[in-house]
């Protein structure tokens, strides 16, 4: 994997950790070869079970209904109503749609997040046009797979993609979703196992895309099988290149998927691109973040344009859950890139790639900063954006006020 993901991913999981203290149901890219995370363990078991092999290559899919104008939404830390008012009030904006992420410490947080839903169902039902994107942990525990270390259900005990595959999950996936109709939630777009492609989650697919693709099958037909839940959406949602494999190499099929999304940051270790020289004229930075954007976000193996293709071939809309500009530790990033915003945004908006919806990742941590919002006051974290320019160009582009 790269460096960015563990950074991002070590910034979610702090976050998660401060959750797990609080009452037990109250508890967020093709690179060159990258480096494992330092508590990975390798895996190469794959299902021999006939049923879960990748669909054979098909017809393309009637299009999709195009998207007049796709929907803008925000994550701003768990349970983050106020930081999405304060996003949409900021873009001059009515309606922003929510992400959100489920801590994968526990099953308990998995099959019965009421510290979530409490606070989401009642900002869904407060006005009209509001909807939560719900990112959901399919294995519980470290990225290792040894398994919940706290908790009440599965202690110590591995989990694997093959075990959810044979159906030792299902009830905390059932439970899930009986809580999401019992709480209003029941039309939530859901984002199980996202980031399959990369190693940074117990739920990885490499070596495995046989039991990922019976395990999310099981999970989706599971979750529309209790009552209400034939609402409920599910994004197949990969991130942005190659990584670990092919994402496309665990496709479940199209019955099986609503949304194809993938997440995209500013951030890349192609040769000419970043680190950004700090001699560098404006010229040269110039060129090294069109080079990013064209050889890397856009034009890669595995970037936006192959996903927009693979949208339309399998009749989805594309999604982009994730995205944002990046200062890191890495150095691999853009900085303050309005030529990112500027390029997402011609993309976002372009109806040849049908983007149903994307949420802007507006958060800060020690070490990777995206904010492109002031945020809010007295919140506890790191408010306001150490991007002038691409906020400036944000806001121009996806707010109100032209």
């Known amino acids: 994997m790269n460096q960015t993901h563990t950074a991002r991913r070590a910034g979610l999981h702090v976050v998660m950790l401060m959750l797990t203290a609080m009452p037990l149901s109250a508890c967020a890219r093709e690179e060159p070869a990258a480096k494992p995370a330092a508590n990975a363990v390798a895996t190469k078991t794959q299902s021999t079970n006939p049923d879960a092999a990748t669909p054979a290559p098909a017809e393309p899919q009637p299009a999709p209904p195009a998207i007049v104008d796709p929907v803008i939404g925000t994550y701003h830390w768990p349970n983050g109503t106020k930081g999405v008012d304060a996003f949409g009030q900021w873009l001059g904006r009515d309606t922003v749609w929510g992400l959100d992420f489920i801590g994968a410490e526990t099953w308990d947080s998995v099959g019965w997040p009421t510290w979530w839903l409490d606070a989401w169902s009642k900002w869904v039902e407060a006005k009209p046009g509001r909807r939560l994107i719900f990112s959901i942990p399919i294995l519980a525990g470290p990225v290792d797979g040894s398994g919940p270390t706290q908790g009440a259900k599965g202690v110590g005990v591995p989990v694997s993609l093959e075990r959810g595959a044979a159906g030792e999950y299902d009830q905390h996936i059932r439970d899930l979703a009986n809580n999401l109709v ?205 991007f002038p320019n691409a906020a400036k160009r944000f806001r121009e582009l996806f707010g109100t006020e032209k």
């Open 182 to 386: 019992k709480y209003g939630l029941g039309d939530t777009i859901l984002r199980p196992g996202w980031e399959f492609n990369g190693d940074w989650y117990a739920w990885r697919a490499k070596g495995r895309t046989d039991a990922f693709i019976a395990y999310w099958r099981r999970i989706v037909t599971t979750m529309r099988s209790v009552p209400g839940g034939d609402a409920l959406k599910f994004c197949w949602n990969p991130t942005l290149g190659d990584q670990q494999f092919s994402a496309d190499e665990a496709w479940p099929g199209d019955e099986y998927v609503d949304y194809v999304g993938v997440d995209v940051y500013d951030e890349t270790w192609i040769d000419g691109a970043y680190p950004l020289p700090a001699d560098a004229s404006a010229e040269e930075i110039e060129r090294r973040r069109l080079k990013a954007w064209n050889d890397w976000h856009y034009g890669s193996k595995r970037g936006l344009a192959f996903w927009s293709q693979f949208a339309k071939d399998h009749g989805k809309p594309l999604a982009i859950p994730e995205w944002g500009v990046v200062r890191a530790n890495h150095q691999h990033c853009g900085l303050d890139n309005p030529l990112f915003i500027e390029r997402m945004h011609a993309f976002i908006t372009d109806p040849a790639n049908n983007v149903a919806f994307h949420c802007y990742f507006d958060v800060n941590t020690d070490d990777l900063r995206h904010q492109l919002s002031p945020g809010i006051p007295d919140s506890g974290h790191r408010e306001g954006t150490e």
